[in-house]
């Protein structure tokens, strides 16, 4: 179902970096903002970044967004156990209809 | 703060309907769209549509065309969904979240259809 591909899982040691990529295509991230979201385990997902690199208040600036043609990627600087949760990124299609990555697991080791 | 409160879990047969209801506070209910959003268990996020609550105008996700409802009630600032038909595939959280950056998204309400 989803149309924004993603890693499945990435790792990395505490107060290391870490980047997950989102890619799709010319007809959702190549022509629209790309947002970001993380869900921590049993919760609702919390805005990260929102129009490719915007964070909202109250997000920290170890978080971080950027996007390239029809790719996206957000990257997580001096990592936290608090961090482990699942990734998500997100567009509009062009067709009108949101859409979604395949998510990605962030394990801090 | 903005706040979207959804309704509780609800446990239904298959070929029943549910509705979903989403309360906002906090801000202009009517200047931000409500979408739609499931996620079974272990899996990823599946967007099923929009409604504007000003207008009332609704764009739904072709998998779920011809079953699901999205409407609202703008005295109350709710927001609902309906789904129609459910199956067992139906069973997951459904989250209401706010607009187009979908930047405040509602706690979630489990859906389970079993016989």
């Known amino acids: 179902q989803s149309v924004l591909t993603q890693p499945p899982s990435v790792s990395a040691a505490p107060g290391q970096k870490v980047t997950i990529s989102c890619s799709g295509s010319?007809?959702?991230?190549?022509?629209?903002?790309v947002s970001w979201y993380q869900q921590l385990p049993g919760a609702a997902p919390k805005l990260l970044i929102y129009?490719?690199?915007k964070r909202p208040s109250g997000i920290p600036d170890r978080f971080s967004g950027s996007k390239s043609g029809t790719s996206a990627t957000l990257g997580i600087t001096g990592l936290q156990t608090g961090d482990e949760a699942d990734y998500y990124c997100?567009?509009?299609?062009?067709?009108?209809?949101?859409?979604f990555g395949t998510g990605t697991k962030v394990t801090v080791l | 703060q903005v706040q979207l409160v959804q309704s509780g879990a609800e446990v239904k047969k298959p070929g029943a309907s549910v509705k979903v209801s989403c309360k906002a506070s906090?801000?202009?209910?009517?200047?931000?769209?409500i979408n739609w959003v499931r996620q079974a268990t272990g899996q990823g996020l599946e967007w099923m549509g929009w409604?504007?609550?000003?207008?009332?105008?609704?764009g739904y996700a072709q998998k779920f065309q011809g079953r699901v409802t999205m409407t609202r009630n703008t005295s109350i600032r709710t927001a609902y969904m309906e789904l129609s038909s459910l199956r067992s595939e139906d069973t997951a959280v459904y989250y209401c979240?706010?607009?187009?950056?979908?930047?405040?998204w509602g706690q979630g309400t489990l859906v389970t259809v079993s016989s």
């Open positions: 979240a706010r607009g187009l950056a979908v930047d405040y």
């Open positions: 906090g801000y202009t209910f009517t200047s931000y769209d």
């Open positions: 409604m504007n609550p000003n207008s009332g105008k609704t």
């Open positions: 010319s007809s959702n991230i190549g022509n629209n903002y």
């Open positions: 129009e490719d690199n």
């Open positions: 997100g567009t509009w299609d062009s067709s009108l209809s949101a859409v």
